[in-house]
């Protein structure tokens, strides 16, 4: 046995590593443990039975592929947006700038009144689009409007700082040795900007997952149609089923955690393949 | 010994710290707080500072009387879960009964500590239609027809939404004489619900503001607020043939007075609302008073309309929960079927 002494910058490692872990086991490891242990109050069969209920599986499908989606425009629209705050300098940029942090000030509740106001068939929106014959308030669609709409300020925030350090340089480099833009794009920035834009899309996935307060008032609610996840738990809590409301919880969270764990590994892949591998 | 002695010495300096901390927030008052539902609020902001002068001048100590609103089944959770209620005011029984079973809050007689079953006004489900009643909806049966959009709140969330399920049950049952028309008729009229919002107030917001709907079936009260605060211009109020009576329960959160020393003047604060004074404040906002001479004096505001019990048609609160509102039970056969 040889006792192997790596060198470290700051002293007291063991000291730091036992207070993060038990500030981190406070904050976030024992109330979701809470969740699961008021779980195991209820026997297995009944567990299967509240959390594969069709009505609640419907608000799975909602809640989740919704989030998914959200996050995925967020990704595309997101990345568009910090490169033009990046790149571009046009008058209000800082406006601009800032104003993307609002969805993250405003009180979700007041987001979701805001939105559908908007979108309701009275609104300043509403009215053309049910015109056309598009519904957003009280459907879906409204569900996906306020999921994109809470989770846009993640991928801006994570994708910002990246290009802010990328080398113009990489890029005229490329031009020279006789790239096109699109090949510049699709082989010298997006790599570099991958690792944090899943990181940005994860973000926005997790907060839309959770996301009770905007949805709830554009969604319409309806059961098998416009019913979120989290409203089914509310709906729980409201019956004083505190055990069937923490049974789809736990739900929640397991596929939540399995859902991030995959997209950080994705992440971490990314990362090696395209930073650390040159 | 001389470690016990500072401990207590501790303790004691603690505990006259507290006390002026207390007396400091509340000038050594007693204090009362009412946990009651959403849009009791202001009802209540106005009997509070009425039942303070009575209870001064029948001799009583000053007092403050402090309100709690939110969703009504939210409110007898948080109650369960330690908020310090010394009254409860609801507008379904359920949500005091909760309190007997969970911890026994309340005592398992309190329908019987005060007089109509511990409901000192009611109010009834009625219609609130657009101006001129473009549609014509005179009763219940209109609001099954297909292309009819009405606007009901949540029946599992709220109890608004409760009370328009079991009076639409109520009559269905009396029309078709059998439940399983009963079914037949409430699953038309849900598959006729656009938006289901989690409350009374969230279902009004949808049909004025929104202007979602055709009909907003919702409390009595509720549609002659909206008629005035947004002028008669816009909306009418219809009365069906048939609805139900929706009275609002009152409680002593026993427990908690007990512990607290405040059962005397929380019993006083309940009996308050039975008085005429209390009686005229509850007219004044749209409830109906229980006292007849009352009643009779705002009788314009309150058109006649029959009115069942959940006890006459239904056999009880804790039989509709079992039948209707449980888990798999009818109201999600219903919705399911959509």
Do not use: C
């Amino acid at each position: 046995m040889t006792a192997t002494r790596t060198f470290r910058v700051l002293p007291g490692f063991n000291l730091t590593l036992g207070y993060t872990l038990g500030y981190l086991s406070l904050l976030i490891l024992i109330p979701l443990s809470a969740v699961f242990l008021k779980t195991f109050e209820m026997d297995w069969a009944r567990f299967v039975e509240v959390v594969t209920a069709p009505q609640v599986v419907a608000t799975y499908k909602l809640s989740f592929g919704a989030s998914l989606l959200a996050a995925a425009i967020n990704a595309v629209f997101g990345l568009m947006l910090a490169w033009a705050l990046v790149r571009y300098s046009f008058p209000g940029k800082k406006i601009v700038d800032a104003l993307v942090d609002l969805p993250f000030a405003l009180p979700t509740a007041v987001a979701g009144i805001a939105l559908t106001a908007l979108y309701a068939k009275n609104g300043w929106l509403g009215q053309y689009l049910e015109e056309i014959g598009i519904k957003v308030a009280f459907t879906p669609l409204g569900v996906l409007v306020a999921l994109v709409f809470i989770g846009l300020p993640f991928v801006v925030r994570t994708v910002q700082p990246i290009l802010e350090d990328l080398d113009t340089e990489l890029e005229e480099a490329a031009a020279s040795l006789g790239a096109q833009r699109w090949q510049t794009f699709r082989h010298v920035i997006f790599p570099i900007l991958l690792p944090a834009l899943l990181t940005g899309f994860a973000l926005a996935f997790a907060r839309a997952v959770g996301e009770y307060g905007s949805v709830i008032f554009i969604a319409g609610n309806l059961p098998f149609v416009s019913e979120i996840t989290p409203l089914m738990i509310i709906t729980k809590l409201e019956q004083y089923d505190y055990q069937g409301a923490t049974a789809i919880a736990s739900v929640m969270l397991i596929f939540s955690f399995i859902l991030l764990l995959i997209i950080n590994g994705l992440q971490a892949w990314t990362a090696k393949r395209t930073g650390r591998d040159r | 010994m001389s470690q016990s002695n500072k401990l207590s010495a501790i303790l004691r300096r603690s505990a006259f710290v507290l006390s002026f901390v207390l007396a400091g927030s509340a000038f050594a008052q007693t204090t009362l707080l009412n946990v009651s539902y959403d849009v009791s609020r202001e009802l209540y902001k106005e009997i509070n500072p009425a039942f303070v002068a009575a209870w001064k001048k029948q001799g009583g100590a000053d007092i403050t009387v402090n309100q709690s609103h939110g969703g009504s089944s939210k409110q007898a959770g948080s109650v369960i879960g330690g908020l310090e209620a010394d009254v409860i005011t609801m507008n379904q029984s359920p949500d005091i009964d909760i309190l007997v079973e969970r911890g026994g809050l309340v005592a398992a007689n309190w329908r019987k500590q005060f007089p109509h079953d511990a409901t000192p006004y009611t109010t009834t489900t009625v219609f609130l239609v657009r101006k001129g009643n473009p549609k014509s909806i005179k009763d219940w049966d209109d609001l099954i027809k297909p292309g009819y959009q009405v606007i009901v709140p949540n029946p599992k969330t709220s109890g608004n939404g409760r009370y328009t399920y079991i009076a639409a049950w109520g009559y269905a049952l009396d029309k078709t004489g059998s439940e399983a028309g009963a079914k037949d008729f409430v699953t038309k009229l849900f598959a006729n619900v656009p938006v289901l919002d989690g409350g009374g107030r969230g279902a009004t917001t949808t049909f004025t503001q929104r202007d979602v709907g055709d009909v907003l079936v919702t409390f009595e009260n509720e549609a002659i607020l909206i008629a005035q605060e947004l002028g008669s211009s816009k909306f009418d109020i219809v009365y069906p043939s048939l609805s139900i009576e929706a009275a609002a329960p009152v409680a002593i959160v026993q427990k908690v007075a007990a512990k607290r020393g405040t059962e005397k003047v929380a019993k006083a604060y309940l009996d308050f609302l039975y008085t005429p004074a209390g009686q005229e404040i509850i007219a004044k906002h749209d409830f109906r008073p229980r006292d007849p001479a009352v009643l009779k004096k705002h009788a314009a505001k309150y058109p006649n309309i029959r009115t069942f019990t959940v006890e006459q048609k239904l056999g009880g609160w804790a039989a509709v929960q079992k039948a209707h509102f449980a888990d798999g039970a009818l109201y999600d056969q219903i919705v399911a079927r959509k």
